[in-house]
């Protein structure tokens, strides 16, 4: 089993930056990979950002090269940084970890206003 608690989001004007932390506990060495997902509603929930135990990086397009996404072996976190930020980042953010099945955290609501 693994346990993920987030913290971070919150509301910001556009063009500004949030970041996101999400600290993992438990069968932690099984983890393969972590990263967050956001779903916005009405809508499907998609990938932002995965990093393997490797430091292996997948980024969605949408969000290239305006969010980072890195890990803290030592802390079991996984941060995710998003600068630049434009109201159709907004969504409920989820950390995610894969470790024989994937594990969610509980979500935490980005809003991004115009």
């Known amino acids: 089993q693994v346990q993920l608690v987030e913290s971070g989001g919150g509301l910001v004007q556009a063009g500004g930056s949030l970041r996101l932390s999400c600290a993992a506990s438990g069968s932690i060495f099984s983890v393969s990979a972590m990263g967050w997902y956001r779903q916005a509603p009405g809508k499907q929930r998609e990938l932002v950002a995965l990093?393997?135990?490797?430091?292996?990086?997948n980024f969605a397009e949408s969000v290239k090269g305006r969010f980072t996404i890195s890990r803290d072996n030592a802390r079991n976190t996984v941060i995710l940084q998003m600068n630049s930020l434009k109201p159709e980042d907004t969504a409920v953010y989820y950390c995610n970890a894969y470790a024989t099945r994937d594990y969610w955290g509980q979500g935490t609501q980005v809003t991004v206003s115009s």
């Open positions: 990093i393997s135990r490797f430091g292996t990086t």
